[in-house]
């Protein structure tokens, strides 16, 4: 039985006459890596912000560690750690301060910050660069800044949200190795994301959300397998004969899409959709042939692409 | 130590961290343009006005001015305390956004910025005092006295402009700020002449301004005895009361707004 540390029922988050967040149910398990993956304006970060007890809660049920935020935000608070979209590093203090400060809002001594700070730079690869300013540092260098903030008192449950939008794909992957070894010790993570790879990588289990509703939940293979078909084929055709083919495909495969630059056929045997293809004398310029991604179960679950 | 006072300290602590790298860069603001309007106006314009056709003030002119200037100093840095470094933390860095991820909340980021603001003031002001008492403008005595009315004439224009800052959209409002109402402040609200100079139709307007209000404060204060031409006969607790109750009417809604603007 694990426990249940984030917990909502009907959560709805309201501004004025716009449903940001729509009467949506989740729990999050202790020790979970938890995503939510959805497109821009879908409301993860609303429902994040809720969570950190920074947005107050319109209607519905949450609790975080069984504490309801609109009571007691701020025991919330102290133990969580919160790595927001848009870093707001303090531009003005160096690299160790900025961690610093933190440490002493979280009531922390001096003696106890200190270590922790170096202990925080080495995970984050920015031990040189301690007592730099903020303000020079690459993109990918602040977020881990960031990250390493969001750690200086040890929280029980770490907040991110969208860790690795604009950021190049070096910096990405070394922010995903980071995240891994949260993971891996046994760190409890919330990550908003609308990437799809960093949803299959991260995510233990995760909910889809597309205009404040939950779509979806479940880990990142039984979401495929439940709404997506085992392997996709992609075809791609010569200008001004897509729309032709696309009138031919029906009955090919379980399900195809026709998107603005290809057609999707969701098979549970490629080989055969092939050859079905061939046989009815469509020859498409490109053919390809995959497994199927969360992005399938995102097409299919909101009948649009999610990058808008 | 998690009480509000605690918590308020902590966001303090942070800031004088800040201060240690960024005073430099408000050292003309702060230090050297206030010396300057004494030295110009104090010393060289003093002359005139001190030997000039039959003095109308009982105090000698650089001494007049210094007293305003404590207050009007206090005024520039307040008002400045409260304009940028805000729109800084809601909207071009961000930082009070985080802050209240941490178990600190609106109330203890204004809480805390006041503190600061006090010691700020403190201090901005104390150098100010020592370079008065130098160019033999103000006795030790009077230069200090005047302190903590000043501070608290800052502090008014910090709070007031703080709650004022959390309604503007974006930055554009704030010079705007400035040059409309800080501005002329300094210049017609007894800094740097008794407003009984002004024409009578305006002297009302200047009564109202809290800078009015500061100076007289610091006067009454620093240079007690003095007679009718440099001081009104309102009475001292008007000034106080003024001031004190714009500075809490300035933290109660700087709370309010603060709150709702970064927690939506």
């Known amino acids: 039985m694990t426990e249940s540390l984030v917990q909502a029922r009907g959560l709805t988050k309201r501004f004025g006459d716009f449903t940001a967040v729509d009467a949506i149910d989740f729990d999050i398990s202790k020790g979970e890596a938890f995503g939510f993956l959805g497109p821009n304006g879908a409301g993860k970060t609303s429902t994040m912000k809720m969570i950190t007890t920074v947005s107050p809660i319109t209607e519905g049920k949450l609790t975080v560690f069984g504490i309801d935020p609109n009571v007691d935000g701020r025991s919330i608070r102290q133990r969580i750690g919160v790595v927001p979209q848009e870093d707001n590093l303090d531009l003005e203090l160096t690299v160790a301060e900025n961690l610093y400060i933190y440490g002493r809002y979280h009531d922390m001594r001096k003696s106890e910050i200190i270590p922790r700070i170096d202990e925080l730079l080495d995970f984050a690869q920015l031990t040189e660069r301690k007592d730099s300013e903020v303000e020079p540092l690459s993109g990918g260098m602040k977020r881990r800044l960031t990250i390493a903030r969001a750690l200086i008192n040890s929280p029980d449950l770490i907040i991110l949200d969208e860790p690795t939008t604009g950021l190049d794909p070096q910096a990405r992957h070394l922010l995903w190795d980071r995240l891994y070894r949260l993971k891996r010790d046994g760190a409890t993570l919330i990550i908003t994301t609308h990437y799809m790879d960093e949803a299959e990588q991260l995510c233990d289990r995760l909910v889809v959300m597309d205009q404040g509703k939950v779509a979806a939940e479940g880990s990142p293979r039984q979401l495929i397998q439940r709404y997506a078909p085992r392997e996709v084929v992609e075809l791609r055709f010569h200008d001004g004969q897509m729309d032709a083919a696309a009138l031919e495909i029906g009955g090919l495969a379980q399900r195809s899409e026709v998107l603005a630059d290809r057609v999707l056929l969701y098979t549970e045997d490629a080989d055969d959709t092939q050859q079905r293809l061939h046989s009815r004398g469509i020859n498409p310029e490109q053919v390809l042939v995959r497994r199927s991604t969360l992005e399938d179960v995102f097409l299919r679950l909101t009948g649009r692409g999610l990058i808008d | 130590m998690t009480t509000s006072l605690g918590r308020s300290l902590r966001y303090a602590e942070s800031e004088v961290i800040a201060y240690r790298r960024t005073w430099r860069g408000t050292v003309i603001t702060s230090f050297v ?48 305390d409260g304009s940028f470094p805000v ?29 600061w603001g006090v010691g700020r003031l403190v201090f901005v002001l104390l150098v100010f005092a020592v370079i008065a008492v130098r160019f033999g403008a103000l006795e030790i005595g009077p230069a200090l006295t005047a302190i903590p009315p000043a501070v608290l004439t800052g502090i008014a224009f910090t709070t007031a402009i703080t709650a004022w800052t959390l309604t503007q959209k974006d930055g554009r409002s704030l010079s705007t700020l400035f040059r409309f109402l800080i501005v002329p402040m300094f210049l017609f609200s007894g800094t740097f002449f008794p407003i009984s100079q002004l024409p009578g139709w305006l002297e009302p307007v200047a009564y109202v301004t809290p800078l009015f209000h500061g100076v007289e404060l610091v006067r009454k204060f620093a240079l007690p005895g003095v007679d009718e031409s440099i001081i009104t006969s309102i009475p001292t607790w008007v000034h106080f009361g003024y001031l004190l109750v714009m500075a809490a009417v300035g933290v109660y809604l700087s709370i309010r707004l603060l709150d709702k603007r970064i927690k939506p």
Request: aromatic share 10%.
């Open chain 2, 87 to 115: 729109m800084a933390g809601i909207i071009w860095r961000k930082n009070f956004h985080g802050t209240i991820t941490t178990p600190l909340g609106p109330a203890d980021i204004v809480w805390g910025r006041l503190i």
């Open chain 2, 33 to 80: 343009n206030p010396v300057f309007f004494l030295a110009a106006m104090g010393a060289f314009l003093g002359t005139l006005v001190d030997e000039g056709t039959g003095r109308t003030l009982s105090i000698p002119y650089i001494t007049f001015v210094a007293s305003g200037l404590m207050a009007a100093n206090a005024m520039q840095n307040g008002a400045g």
